[in-house]
């Protein structure tokens, strides 16, 4: 497929520019977040295909994750998301290895290379972010947050325990912005913190 990586950068950047503004818990949010996440694993394993190895191994840990979240769904068990975000991380972590070995392999620079590598930058925040997503879930009160101004107490200081918090937190952290607001309070949240911060 041509533009491939061109594709799969525009589908990652309107997941992460329309998400904020879909409700979760409205009945048409969640379905279009759901159909935008669709998208781009849809295109990530578009864009590893001339991969014939890998190419199954990333079909085969998309469908795990897709039928692993059907299954949780409908189960209506909450410890089974986790899997569902372990099978995205192992996911996304794959199709990034998978372009990036693309990209430095290919010794022609193309305006392709250059969108493989803007996806590739992309992923890594995902990816990061589902990793501090995981250590929440598993360790609540791994980051704090503060949730605005009291006049009367100072601040206020609420967990973010939401995807979109810790997406921001990571692209804040990747891009070094660190704006202060999202930060990790237990020692292995502040290692992976420093970890996203050097790993460009």
Partial sequence: MKRKFFILFCSLLGLLILRPFLDPVSIVGQPIQDLLLVLVILTSVAAV???????????????????WRLLA????????????YVLHLFFFGLTATIILGHVLGHGRVT????FGSLSVYLLLGLIWALLFFLIEKFYPGSFAATAGQNISKGLIYVHPTRVPDLVYFSYASLTTIGYGDIYPVAPVARTLAVLEGVNP
């Fill in 73 to 84: 769904t409908w189960a209506g068990l909450p410890w089974m998301a986790g899997g569902t």
């Fill in 111 to 114: 305006t392709d290379m250059i």
């Fill in 49 to 67: 295909t001339n991969r014939h190895g890998l190419k199954w191994v990333s079909v085969g840990a998309a469908l795990a994750a897709f039928f």
